[in-house]
């Protein structure tokens, strides 16, 4: 069964940290890739990183070096570490997972979703 849940949203200040977290079923777990994405309100939803299941990680330009993503394959757990928050983070996070060769940070490869969690950066 296909199933993804995040948990970990909440508002934070400017500046601030938190870690999200997407715990997955063993079957969506063993996908291919396995991302992030998130949605302001009023904006289109973006990519904002994703890993595949041989490691490799890459990450949207907007957060690079502010965000990192890991994984604990004991926990079939993935997660966002999200640091030195700015109020332009401000969105509902999702993760999302396919099981297809190619793994880009393309909202239509995506099969999987989970229902998201709100993160609110308040100055």
């Known amino acids: 069964q296909e199933q993804l849940m995040e948990s970990g949203g909440g508002s934070v200040q400017a500046g601030g940290s938190l870690r999200l977290s997407c715990t997955a079923s063993?079957?969506?777990?063993?996908?291919?890739?396995m991302a992030w994405f998130r949605q302001a309100p009023g904006k289109e939803r973006e990519g904002v990183g994703y890993i595949t299941s041989v490691g490799t990680i890459r990450y949207a330009q907007s957060i690079q070096g502010r965000f990192t993503i890991s994984r604990d394959d004991a926990k079939n757990t993935l997660y966002l570490e999200m640091n030195s928050l700015k109020l332009e983070d401000t969105a509902t996070y999702y993760c999302?997972?396919?099981?297809?060769?190619?793994?880009?940070?393309?909202?239509?490869?995506?099969?999987?979703w989970g229902p998201g969690t709100q993160v609110t950066v308040a100055s």
């Open positions: 063993e079957y969506t777990y063993s996908s291919n890739c």
């Open positions: 999302a997972a396919h099981d297809k060769a190619v793994c880009q940070l393309r909202q239509d490869l995506f099969s999987t």
